[in-house]
């Protein structure tokens, strides 16, 4: 007989236990590299697709883009804008683009004030009616004036009658004296009294003189022919002595006073071509020279006075209107632009822009679109409104004047209307 072999109890229960107590932990560890393996298969498949897509992603077209980006803003409602085209010197051709604001007067202007007082008792003329020289314009009371140039006439001519009696006197006395028919003393006495009678009558002509002038400037005259520009007192009213009376302008040629800039001054002389428009009608204009120009500046302002003669024979413009000269002195070739035409685009500190509109057909004969491009310009002298543009403009081409600011590279336009750059700029 086999021995029986007792194993202890405690032994056999610890074996048991432990190894319930390793199984867990082994199906936990298996659990975790199971997921670590699926973790970095899964890296690899997303890894494999993104180097798949990369290869067959297709190279970006340039034109591609702008294709996508035409069709983008074509589909964008266009923006409302104001444009005009940039012409030479502002639309016209061969005068400077530099502008002088005057006012313009007749060639001669008079104002005529009552050298004597007197009631008005008659007006000839009316306001703006067309005089000559010496027309009676006012005709002031004149009837002591008469009275007095009688009383004058009459005084002459007793004057007269008793210089021609002295005279006859002393003829006879000297033929008297020759014959030794009256002494040295009578014959000097008789001298004396014609001597009298010739001072009597030069004084009495002098006096008539002196009435006719006074009865004269009973009537109002015009110094010259042109036109009566104003009246300021009624009938039956009674202005003061050297109180203006009337005014009388000649505008067959007008005077525009300008003034000129140092530089200006340099480049512009006497005998200058200008054309000249009025305000509010740019679209007529007039020939005008430089009449005259101060050899010296203003001591304060620095500028020189310059006179222009604007011809105006068939009397279109008045006296008076403020008018534009533009000279064709070549001051700039460069066009000129208003200074809302400026664009200033964010990031770039120191540049400007103006917004060119070219036309874009659609594919309709009976409309266009317009698209807006950003044009970098290098900027000029200030003038006026205005700003000249040394480069990066051409003539010709159409510039948004009214809502540049807003717009953006390539953006579609609609034009509200069509201006000129004459009717901006001053």
Same mark, same amino acid.
Not at 217 to 235: H, Q, S
Not at 301 to 317: A, C, H, P, Q, S
Not at 373 to 392: A, M, Y
């Given at each position: 007989?086999?021995?029986?072999?007792?194993?202890?109890?405690?032994?056999?229960?610890?074996?048991?236990?432990?190894?319930?107590?390793?199984?867990?932990?082994?199906? /936990?560890? =298996?659990?975790?590299?199971?997921?670590?393996?699926? =973790?970095?298969?899964?890296?690899?498949?997303?890894?494999?697709?993104?180097?798949?897509?990369?290869?067959?992603?297709?190279?970006?077209?340039?034109?591609?883009?702008?294709?996508?980006?035409?069709?983008?803003?074509?589909?964008?409602?266009?923006?409302?804008? @104001?444009?005009?085209?940039?012409?030479?010197?502002?639309?016209?051709?061969?005068?400077?683009?530099?502008?002088?604001?005057?006012?313009?007067? +007749?060639?001669?202007?008079?104002?005529?004030?009552?050298?004597?007082?007197?009631?008005?008792?008659?007006?000839?003329?009316?306001?703006?009616?067309? $005089?000559?020289?010496?027309?009676?314009?006012?005709?002031?009371?004149?009837?002591?004036?008469?009275?007095?140039?009688?009383?004058?006439?009459?005084?002459?001519?007793?004057?007269?009658?008793?210089?021609?009696?002295?005279?006859?006197?002393?003829?006879?006395?000297?033929?008297?004296?020759?014959?030794? +028919?009256?002494?040295?003393?009578?014959?000097?006495?008789?001298?004396?009294?014609?001597?009298?009678?010739?001072?009597?009558?030069?004084?009495?002509?002098?006096?008539?003189?002196?009435?006719?002038?006074?009865?004269?400037?009973?009537?109002?005259?015009?110094?010259?022919?042109?036109?009566?520009?104003?009246?300021?007192?009624?009938? *039956?009213?009674?202005?003061?002595?050297?109180?203006?009376?009337?005014?009388?302008?000649?505008?067959?040629?007008?005077?525009?006073?300008?003034?000129?800039?140092?530089?200006?001054?340099?480049?512009?002389? @006497?005998?200058?071509?200008?054309?000249?428009?009025?305000?509010?009608?740019?679209?007529?204009?007039?020939?005008?020279?430089?009449?005259?120009?101060?050899?010296?500046?203003?001591?304060?302002?620095?500028?020189?006075? *310059?006179?222009?003669?604007?011809?105006? /024979?068939?009397?279109?413009?008045?006296?008076?209107?403020?008018? /534009?000269?533009? =000279?064709?002195?070549?001051?700039?070739?460069?066009?000129?632009?208003?200074?809302?035409?400026?664009?200033?685009?964010?990031?770039?500190?120191?540049?400007?822009? $103006?917004?060119?509109?070219?036309?874009?057909?659609?594919?309709?004969?009976?409309?266009?679109?317009?698209?807006?491009?950003?044009?970098?310009?290098?900027?000029?002298?200030?003038?006026?409104?205005?700003?000249?543009?040394?480069?990066?403009?051409?003539? +010709?081409?159409?510039?948004?004047?009214? +809502?540049?600011?807003?717009?953006?590279?390539?953006?579609?336009?609609?034009?509200?209307?069509?201006?000129?750059?004459?009717?901006?700029?001053?």
């Amino acid at each position: 007989m086999k021995p029986i072999v007792n194993v202890p109890e405690t032994n056999s229960h610890e074996m048991i236990e432990s190894r319930i107590e390793t199984a867990p932990k082994t199906r /936990r560890a =298996f659990s975790d590299m199971l997921l670590l393996k699926s =973790f970095f298969a899964l890296l690899l498949v997303v890894g494999a697709l993104s180097c798949s897509s990369s290869k067959e992603e297709p190279v970006s077209n340039p034109k591609d883009k702008s294709t996508t980006s035409d069709k983008n803003v074509s589909s964008e409602p266009p923006a409302p804008v @104001v444009i005009s085209r940039v012409t030479q010197q502002a639309g016209e051709p061969g005068y400077g683009a530099k502008q002088f604001t005057a006012v313009a007067n +007749g060639i001669r202007d008079a104002s005529i004030d009552a050298k004597r007082p007197g009631r008005i008792v008659a007006i000839d003329v009316s306001l703006g009616e067309a $005089v000559e020289v010496g027309q009676t314009l006012i005709r002031l009371d004149s009837v002591l004036d008469r009275l007095a140039v009688d009383a004058a006439l009459a005084g002459k001519e007793s004057a007269e009658a008793g210089r021609s009696k002295a005279e006859r006197d002393l003829k006879r006395a000297e033929e008297l004296f020759a014959e030794s +028919g009256i002494s040295q003393s009578r014959l000097e006495s008789v001298r004396l009294a014609f001597q009298v009678a010739n001072a009597t009558y030069d004084g009495a002509v002098a006096e008539l003189g002196a009435s006719k002038r006074q009865l004269a400037e009973t009537r109002i005259v015009a110094p010259f022919a042109g036109e009566v520009a104003r009246l300021p007192y009624e009938l *039956g009213e009674t202005p003061l002595p050297g109180g203006i009376v009337a005014e009388v302008t000649d505008r067959s040629e007008l005077v525009a006073e300008i003034f000129l800039s140092e530089e200006e001054a340099q480049v512009i002389s @006497v005998g200058s071509k200008a054309r000249v428009t009025i305000a509010g009608d740019a679209q007529r204009g007039r020939d005008g020279v430089l009449r005259a120009l101060s050899p010296k500046g203003n001591e304060v302002t620095k500028l020189f006075k *310059g006179e222009v003669v604007i011809e105006n /024979r068939d009397l279109l413009l008045r006296a008076g209107v403020t008018c /534009r000269v533009r =000279f064709a002195a070549e001051m700039t070739e460069s066009p000129i632009v208003p200074l809302d035409a400026i664009v200033e685009v964010e990031g770039e500190v120191g540049s400007s822009f $103006v917004v060119v509109v070219a036309d874009l057909d659609d594919g309709t004969s009976e409309s266009k679109v317009s698209r807006a491009s950003l044009r970098r310009v290098t900027l000029g002298q200030r003038i006026g409104s205005g700003v000249s543009i040394v480069s990066g403009l051409d003539f +010709g081409e159409r510039i948004v004047v009214k +809502g540049a600011q807003s717009l953006s590279d390539n953006q579609p336009v609609r034009m509200l209307k069509e201006v000129s750059l004459d009717s901006l700029l001053n």
